[in-house]
């Protein structure tokens, strides 16, 4: 699921799509103000520390090999599952 969708769904359910000061909260925003604000923090951080790339031209988001070729499926779990908690405890 798109992080755009996300924002969408929480607002339809009366839900806060982000903290107070942020764009979201007002509505009106496109799909490239969410990307936007995805790569500006945390991406920009782990970018500078060679962790991740941004591919403007696919529009994805690629985590270096090296790093991917380290984990396997309980890891790559356990990252879904703290990014869900994490999200749960900003939203909440």
Avoid at 20 to 34: A, E, L, R, S
Avoid at 59 to 77: E, F, N, P, R, Y
Wanted: glycine residues 6%.
């Amino acid at each position: 699921m798109s992080l755009y969708r996300t924002y969408e769904d929480r607002i339809k359910k009366g839900l806060p799509a982000e903290k107070k000061n942020c764009i979201f909260t007002k509505g009106d925003y496109t799909q490239k103000d969410v990307e936007r604000h995805i790569l500006s923090m945390p991406f920009k951080r782990f970018e500078g520390m060679g962790y991740m790339r941004h591919s403007k031209y696919l529009g994805v988001i690629q985590i270096d090999k090296s790093i991917i070729k380290t984990l396997d499926d309980d890891d790559i779990s356990t990252i879904m599952t703290y990014c869900t908690d994490a999200l749960e405890r900003y939203w909440g």
